[in-house]
């Protein structure tokens, strides 16, 4: 028979699951979130945000207004840490909304995602590329395929002039057009972006909207490249070399000849060995 105290124990036990079943959740406690830290935060790419806190559960809503698609949480989450990955679409400001799965907001902040930069590395040294998506977003985006696709890997610098343009993106070894491109994009030239020195804009025929994957790298101010009107669109710039200029100076000085009828062309090639989105 059971004695008094036996009793009480097990009331009480009783009446504590009780009290934390109704407060919802596997634990009992509302869950609370204490830091978020981003790992991993690129335009383009899935990013890897840690929730901390107590009492975290899979079933948090995550909003973003869009800026961080397709949230989800990993595998190797827990209570008191949750893994969200999610795919970032926007750069500068990406606030984040946690709610309960009852509606309730939990937690709000905002990070912020930096401009994509791409690293070019050639046998001449390497030289990084940071892209302006707001401005030139159809550029960009085009841009990026062709470096995540590896695309760029071994074509060469096939046009360079000294004092004007060192022009890459679309020839391998022998002056041969590297098969593979993609459709021609809308010409963004028009956007206020200006071919000064440094700065990186798509390479096209006489037809406006003909750029596939080649760009160049302008050696000196050529503003005479800018929009000026629908007959005169120019070329559209994307973004500017904010490291490793010294390098393309030495590309630019590289010995050019004649080659399969192309003038410019270096002697010795200048090799893309690779294209990297590095933030």
Request: charged share 15%; glycine share 8%; proline share 5%.
């Amino acid at each position: 028979m059971r004695t008094l105290s036996t009793l009480l124990a097990a009331t009480a036990a009783l009446l504590l699951t009780t009290l934390l079943t109704a407060c919802g959740g596997s634990t009992g406690f509302p869950p609370v979130i204490t830091a978020v830290k981003p790992q991993s935060l690129s335009y383009g790419r899935t990013a890897t945000i840690y929730l901390g806190g107590k009492d975290l559960r899979s079933s948090l809503v995550v909003e973003s207004n869009g800026g961080c698609t397709s949230p989800s949480f990993a595998s190797n989450s827990s209570t008191d840490v949750l893994v969200l990955n999610c795919l970032v679409t926007v750069v500068g400001d990406l606030p984040l909304t946690i709610k309960s799965d009852n509606g309730e907001v939990i937690y709000t902040t905002t990070l912020s995602v930096p401009k994509p930069q791409v690293s070019i590395i050639t046998n001449k040294g390497s030289f990084t590329l940071e892209l302006d998506i707001a401005s030139a977003p159809i550029t960009v985006k085009n841009f990026l395929t062709y470096v995540r696709g590896g695309y760029y890997s071994n074509t060469l610098f096939h046009r360079v002039i000294p004092g004007f343009v060192a022009q890459a993106g679309g020839y391998i070894t022998g002056l041969v057009r590297k098969p593979g491109q993609l459709d021609p994009i809308e010409l963004e030239s028009n956007k206020g972006l200006s071919n000064a020195r440094a700065s990186v804009a798509m390479a096209r025929t006489n037809i406006f909207n003909s750029a596939t994957s080649e760009f160049y790298v302008n050696l000196v101010d050529n503003t005479f490249l800018d929009y000026k009107n629908a007959a005169n669109p120019g070329y559209a710039v994307f973004g500017t070399v904010v490291q490793g200029m010294d390098v393309v100076d030495a590309i630019a000085a590289v010995p050019t000849g004649v080659l399969n009828g192309s003038t410019d062309v270096p002697l010795s090639d200048i090799a893309i060995t690779m294209a990297i989105q590095s933030k």
